[in-house]
């Protein structure tokens, strides 16, 4: 959108940092150095105080939805194994020569900078932080003195941890994600300079300012951020948004700029904000120190400490382990007791000298609506005509139109009405494309239902709504399930964790390996516009847009059933949603005619083993039944008809060959293309990288699907068994499925198939030209928005 396609963009890293303290090259920055170990799997001992779905790290990574609706498509994008990582965008930027760093965020990606490359920090002039709190009161949560009844909660507070003040009441979000990482960086010897909650806040949005930039949007930039300020507002789960939103990140940038472009000024004052230079340092740990009470990964289970730290040093102490820390907790207090990332104002050789922003200036102008001199600067910087962006999405093509693809079924007969419920892996796109690729009269896909707590992050919702844009069927509805494992707190990261982060994990899943951008653009979307009519406190501006839960589309679809019709549901991922649904509706298991399950692996004392890799101590879980076992034991044991696919039935049409060379050999559409250069890559990527040894046992994900639509030519056989499903609360059994005579529950196994059958029914649907794709890529979108007369292919069966 601004024109800066030449900005070097740095990503994730597969590297690690070993048991005796050696930082691999490209560590990923995906964990606190605390917990990083050789892999991108790991705990969330930090990160685990943002909130994951709705107003969470959802609507951060979708902007509300406004990222998606408004900012334009570029060429770049993210590729396996090609996009530079964070390391290396670093060093070779600050190999260049002098460079001035801002964090906005964490610090583990600069702190493994400066521990890996101390010869480098002679060229980093200054940081600019923003977070911490040294002497700051949070002013959010308080009680007015005319209250009896309200006991305040943050009030007073150093931190802003919302989440978990009741542990830590000290610590900023920013410095918490990685304190010890932020104690590298401060105590660098690089010059400093902090803009804290102290300063931060003392500039909440004021209702004069949101209405002054409401009228002041003369750039996509402005209209950009007002869109995401005012979606912010609406949101608000109470009535407090103009006294407890800040202008943190962007009042951070103003301060850093005005130095920038002023230079130092005496007692380091700049045009925004009161400047006062204080002696800090960052807690890691907290007192008593050199007690190993197993909290502390630095020192617990160390002949000698990892990073040579000193014993009984500031390091050494008991390090938060969690939201359920009792350490943390001062009996009969709502306040807790650990400093874990507090920026405190000490003095002493521990202390590092550091330029501090205090307090927001007050408007030079008495008379202006706005109380700050850096909202003045912030909406004329934001509006400059020069060097202002290009376009927007709808702008960025002369002839762009929205457009909704619904397909016309009135004259055709329906078949089995189905709902699909998947958790966005790899697979589970493409099993998505045989479903919608099989004729109306056999399957009728009624909805979709998606689990955040699988392989991909739930924002990837998005690439749902463009797959069904792509094949035509903008109708179907999507809705976004539980974030967590049922009975898991949304704090937290239990199950989960067990898949990587990086290459092979959620990055590749987020994205489907990168291509996920040549799909084309669909009109639905995620978006955090609400409504009343859901408990909201008050309506969006387009709350017909509404993002539905599953339990509102599984309700939606079963209310539209005829009076004998069932549904029939297949499940590609862990059985969240299903078992939230049959514990809510008591009428679900009387219309559900059948549930296909893809997933389980029956141990059944032959020795083979699941596909749980990153849990070595659980050898005989699969990871659909292990990412929620609890869900998994409700479904089995409920009194709904079953066949599963286990993974000894998955694992017999898993070759990439096999599979590609069927694509190869059938007719080409769209969506065969798609699917046939998606697994091309896969099969690439397992022989190049060991991260991705593992990618083949997506391909079994599509078994589900084809069973379900192809089983008559698959020459396959079928066993009943009787199955238990462990939900122990022990990692090393978690999800483990035994057959159990005496007391399991009997469900089908689909036990083998005919493998050759498999691949070339599988290619003969994607080459089908019936129900192909209306539009098959980006690229094709683009050429339609770029010519005024440029015609698609049109297909009567359609409806525009």
Excluded at 306 to 326: A, I, R
Excluded at 685 to 698: E, G, T, V
Aim: net charge negative; charged share 20%.
């Amino acid at each position: 959108m601004m024109g800066r396609d030449d900005i070097a963009v740095g990503v994730g890293g597969d590297g690690g940092i070993s048991d005796d303290g050696r930082i691999y090259p490209n560590v990923g920055g995906y964990f606190a150095i605390i917990e990083q170990e050789m892999s991108t799997v790991g705990g969330c001992r930090y990160r685990q105080t943002i909130p994951q779905g709705a107003n969470g790290r959802l609507d951060v990574n979708t902007n509300y939805g406004i990222r998606r609706a408004f900012l334009p498509q570029g060429n770049r994008r993210y590729f396996p194994l090609q996009q530079p990582t964070t390391q290396q965008m670093i060093i070779d930027t600050i190999s260049s020569g002098p460079t001035t760093v801002f964090l906005m965020g964490t610090h583990t990606n600069f702190a493994l900078f400066l521990m890996s490359n101390p010869h480098l920090k002679k060229n980093v002039e200054r940081i600019y932080i923003m977070g911490g709190g040294v002497r700051s009161y949070n002013p959010t949560s308080c009680c007015s003195r005319s209250s009896i009844s309200c006991v305040p909660q943050q009030c007073d507070h150093h931190g802003n941890m919302f989440t978990a003040y009741t542990k830590d009441p000290y610590a900023e979000f920013n410095i918490f994600g990685d304190p010890f990482g932020a104690y590298q960086v401060f105590h660098s010897g690089i010059p400093i300079t902090l803009v804290p909650l102290d300063a931060t806040n003392t500039i909440p949005i004021t209702e004069n300012f949101f209405k002054t930039f409401e009228q002041k949007q003369s750039t996509y930039e402005a209209k950009y951020c007002f869109q995401s300020l005012k979606i912010a507002r609406d949101t608000w789960l109470d009535n407090q948004f103009y006294t407890n939103y800040f202008m943190w990140d962007s009042f951070m940038t103003g301060v850093a700029l005005s130095i920038m472009r002023n230079g130092e000024r005496p007692n380091g004052e700049n045009d925004f904000a009161e400047m006062e230079v204080m002696n800090i340092t960052v807690v890691t740990s907290n007192e008593p120190y050199g007690v190993h009470d197993g909290s502390n990964p630095f020192f617990d289970g160390h002949v000698r400490p990892k990073f040579n730290l000193l014993e009984g040093g500031v390091h050494s102490g008991h390090v938060l382990t969690g939201l359920d820390d009792p350490f943390c907790v001062i009996k009969g207090s709502i306040k807790g007791k650990c400093q874990d990332g507090y920026t405190k104002e000490v003095q002493g050789p521990d202390s590092v000298a550091a330029l501090v922003a205090v307090k927001a200036k007050p408007n030079k102008n008495a008379n202006s609506p706005l109380n700050r001199e850096f909202f003045n600067n912030f909406l004329e910087v934001l509006n400059r005509p020069a060097h202002s962006g290009r376009f927007n999405f709808t702008n960025q093509f002369p002839h762009y139109k929205e457009v909704m693809y619904k397909p016309d079924f009135r004259n055709r007969i329906r078949g089995m009405p189905v709902i699909f419920d998947m958790d966005m892996s790899p697979g589970d796109f493409i099993a998505l494309l045989c479903l919608l690729k099989v004729n109306i009269e056999a399957i009728d896909l009624k909805g979709i239902l998606v689990s955040g707590n699988g392989w991909s992050n739930p924002a990837t919702i998005d690439v749902i709504y463009d797959v069904l844009h792509m094949m035509g069927r903008d109708d179907i509805p999507v809705g976004l399930g539980s974030i967590t494992a049922l009975g898991v707190p949304e704090l937290g990261c239990e199950y989960v964790k067990a898949i990587p982060h990086g290459s092979g994990g959620g990055l590749d899943a987020d994205t489907l390996f990168g291509l996920a951008r040549m799909l084309p653009r669909s009109p639905r979307r995620y978006t955090a516009e609400n409504s009343k009519k859901y408990g909201t406190p008050r309506d969006t501006a387009h709350p017909e847009i509404r993002q539905p839960l599953a339990f509102e589309v599984w309700q939606q679809v079963t209310g539209e059933l005829g009076t004998t019709d069932k549904i029939t549901v297949l499940t590609n991922g862990p059985l969240t949603n299903i078992a939230n649904i049959i514990l809510s509706d008591t009428k679900a298991e009387s219309m559900i005619e059948q549930v296909y399950i893809v997933g389980t692996h029956l141990v059944d004392g032959e020795g083979e083993e699941g596909n749980l890799f990153t849990v070595t101590s659980n050898k005989f879980a699969e990871f659909n039944f292990f990412l929620d076992p609890k869900a998994a034991k409700t479904v089995v044991e409920s009194g709904l008809n079953i066949t599963v696919t286990p993974l000894r039935a998955q694992r017999q049409v898993s070759s990439f060959g096999e599979v590609l060379r069927s694509l190869r050999a059938a007719e080409k559409t769209p969506e065969s293309s798609f699917v046939y250069r998606l697994l091309l890559l896969m099969q690439k990527l397992q022989k190049k990288h060991q991260a991705y040894s593992h990618i083949d046992m997506f391909l079994g994900e599509l078994l589900g699907s084809m069973f379900l639509v192809q089983q008559s030519h698959l020459n396959y056989s079928i066993n009943e068994k009787a199955i238990s499903v462990v939900g122990s609360d022990h990692v090393t059994m978690d999800g483990q499925t035994i057959v159990d005579e005496t007391s399991g529950k009997l469900v089908k196994v689909l036990d083998r198939l005919d493998p050759d059958s498999y691949y070339a029914e599988l290619a003969k649907l994607l080459a089908a030209k019936k129900q192909s794709a209306v539009v098959d890529s980006f690229d094709e979108q683009k050429r339609m928005w770029s010519k005024a007369n440029y015609k698609g292919r049109d297909d009567p069966g359609f409806v525009r």
